[in-house]
Nanobody
Framework: QVQLVESGGGLVQAGGSLRLSCAVSGLTFSRYAMGWFRQAPGKNREFVAAISWGGGPTAYADSVKGQFTISRDNAKNTVYLQMNNLKPEDTAVYYC????????????????WGQGTQVTVSS
């Protein structure tokens, strides 16, 4: 059974930082690209960041470039999202997703999803 479990969300003031984690089990983690997506109330789920199998190429949405950093630890089957200088518009539920593709940038490329973790940024 594949499981993705996000953690690290919470309430933070604008300008603050959070580090999200996504622990994965039930699949060969090192053979899956991992992505972070987010969904704000009333909006579609959108791509945030992704990292390829071996932790090589990364991809970011233009809105978070230079602000967020994705990384992975294949020994711990975990992917991270370091979020700095958070803004109220970053408020959303953040989801991690796994894909057998080399890299992902779209929700349609995800085979497995976590349950999400809420990030709320106050102004």
């Amino acid at each position: 059974q594949v499981q993705l479990v996000e953690s690290g969300g919470g309430l933070v003031q604008a300008g603050g930082s959070l580090r999200l984690s996504c622990a994965v089990s039930g699949l060969t983690f090192s053979r899956y690209a991992m992505g972070w997506f987010r969904q704000a109330p009333g909006k579609n789920r959108e791509f945030v960041a992704a990292i390829s199998w071996g932790g090589g190429p990364t991809a970011y949405a233009d809105s978070v470039k230079g602000q967020f950093t994705i990384s992975r630890d294949n020994a711990k089957n975990t992917v991270y999202l370091q979020m700095n200088n958070l803004k109220p518009e970053d408020t959303a539920v953040y989801y991690c997703g796994a894909s057998p593709r080399f890299q992902v940038i779209a929700t349609t490329q995800i085979d497995y999803w976590g349950q999400g973790t809420q990030v709320t940024v106050s102004s």
